[in-house]
């Protein structure tokens, strides 16, 4: 049997992460933008090399061809790569963010649907924004400790 890996570049994944979730943006033309998060675990005497690997490439803000298994290939961006806990005797846990691509996300016109209960700091920190600018676009928001799940965020 043939396992589909997933791949960000030339990066490809040992063994596929153990959760990604896949939220949407509503971009300035009503399309969706996918924001595609999740953990996994690097073992083996590579995982740490895997997990610099792939972390390095945050520092390459541009957009590269993403594959998710059971999704396909888009454009996206690596937005953060974090180690999770202290890394074990050949084993690294680690959680990542992309954004997919869109000409709509860089002009700054969209809006973001949280797919799970989060806060306007979370949400902030997603686009790179201040926290201040945030709660200016979301006047409607009272509590920026707490957006439901579903909620229409204005990130531009």
């Given at each position: 049997m ?5 791949r ?6 040992p ?11 509503l ?5 969706m933008?996918?924001l595609v998060?999740g953990?996994g675990?690097f ?11 792939l ?7 541009s957009?590269?061809?993403l594959?998710l ?10 937005k953060r790569?974090s ?7 050949k ?19 969209g809006?973001?649907?949280?797919d799970?209960d989060?806060?306007?700091w979370e949400?902030a920190?997603?686009?790179d ?13 009272r ?11 204005r990130?531009r």
């Amino acid at each position: 049997m043939t396992v589909n890996l997933m791949r960000f570049k030339a990066f490809e994944w040992p063994v596929n992460p153990e959760n990604v979730e896949v939220a949407h943006l509503l971009g300035e033309g009503g399309g969706m933008v996918r924001l595609v998060r999740g953990d996994g675990l690097f073992y083996g005497r590579d995982a740490e090399r895997y997990f610099a690997d792939l972390a390095g490439l945050v520092k390459d803000s541009s957009p590269g061809s993403l594959y998710l298994p059971g999704v396909g290939y888009f454009e996206a961006v690596l937005k953060r790569v974090s180690l999770l806990g202290e890394p074990g005797e050949k084993a690294v846990r680690y959680s990542f963010e992309f954004c997919e691509a869109s000409p709509a996300r860089e002009e700054g016109e969209g809006y973001y649907f949280p797919d799970e209960d989060t806060s306007l700091w979370e949400i902030a920190g997603l686009f790179d924004m201040k926290i201040d600018a945030m709660v200016s676009l979301n006047p409607e928001i009272r509590n920026p400790s707490f957006v439901k799940a579903g909620t229409k965020v204005r990130v531009r």
